[in-house]
């Protein structure tokens, strides 16, 4: 996560559904408890997961956030997937698609953008 840097292109991958989303990072990963959305704290919004805040004050095991802008994204009922097609499947947060033309192209006409125009 910390590796992400501003301007970087995402393709969201949720494991056992599929890509939920294309997005662009706005906002390299910070520390949770210092990650503002607008004026109001992330961890004053009413968030789904009540214990996302558990380790705010430890640096190495705290949540970190990148904010994202979404170009695309659908919900996890929709995920796009299509299964034994040679798609990659990302183990790691964040892993590169350089080398998956396949799955790019599969993202690509899913979501109805051009990922490598994307890319400045």
């Known amino acids: 996560m910390l590796q992400f840097q501003k301007g970087d292109i995402i393709a969201a991958y ?3 559904y599929g890509f939920v989303g294309v997005g662009k990072i ?4 910070k520390r949770i408890r210092d ?13 789904l997961s009540k214990t996302i805040s558990s380790n705010s004050d430890d640096p190495i ?8 802008e979404w170009i695309k994204t659908v919900s996890r009922e929709q995920a796009k997937w299509k299964p034994k097609s ?8 964040r892993a590169s ?20 125009s994307l890319v400045v």
């Open 97 to 116: 698609l350089d080398n998956q033309p396949t799955t790019i192209n599969f993202i690509d006409q899913k979501f109805g953008v051009d990922v490598r």
């Open 35 to 47: 990650v503002y959305i607008g004026e109001h704290r992330l961890l004053d919004l009413d968030l």
């Open 14 to 16: 949720l494991t056992r």
């Open 86 to 93: 040679g798609l990659y499947t990302p183990q790691r947060v």
């Open 26 to 29: 706005i906002q390299p990963a």
């Open 61 to 68: 095991n705290s949540e970190y956030v990148a904010l994202v």
